[in-house]
């Protein structure tokens, strides 16, 4: 009996001691600085997770709202929307960057200044579990552009 329930926690132990379901790596976070009293600001990473997943939201200290936008463009004006939940397909880059898709800090507690470096959490489900990714992103300059510009 006493042998029976110590296979139980054995197992149980062994399960929850797996790794992470999602496996989510995130490369290259950083948030585009403000000026000062500048109340909005994103944040821009690739992520890419090992099995399906789904980014929830996202949550920093620095931030009293923070949201995963959708920019779009529809009859020729950027546009951007607050999306539920964002894809991560198994093995797939997902590429957050100015543009497309971002983390939208709002309401600002302080200025992001160039240099930096912003808590930023994750919180991302896979097979139903959910976990946080904890992730650290530098602050660029407000005009830095998301790629070196080629002159002709
Ligand atoms: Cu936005």
Redesign the pocket.
């Known amino acids: 009996m006493s042998k029976a329930r110590f296979s139980c926690t054995a197992i149980a132990a062994l399960l929850f001691a797996l790794p992470a379901a999602a496996q989510v790596t995130v490369t290259d976070p950083w948030i585009r600085g403000t000026v000062p009293g500048q109340m909005a600001t994103?944040a821009f990473m690739q992520l890419k997770a090992a099995k399906d997943a789904k980014l929830l939201e996202a949550n920093s200290p620095t931030a009293g709202v923070v949201?995963i936008?959708e920019?779009k463009l529809e009859n020729n004006v950027m546009r951007?929307r607050a999306v539920p939940a964002l894809d991560l397909p198994a093995g797939r880059t997902v590429e957050l960057k100015p543009g497309g898709y971002?983390v939208?800090l709002m309401d600002l507690k302080q200025q992001m200044k160039e240099g930096e470096v912003v808590p930023v959490t994750l919180v991302i489900e896979s097979a139903g579990r959910r976990e946080t990714v904890e992730v650290k992103a530098a602050v660029r300059a407000p005009a830095a552009p998301a790629a070196p510009m080629k002159k002709h």
């Open positions: 994103g949201e936008h920019m951007m971002h939208m």
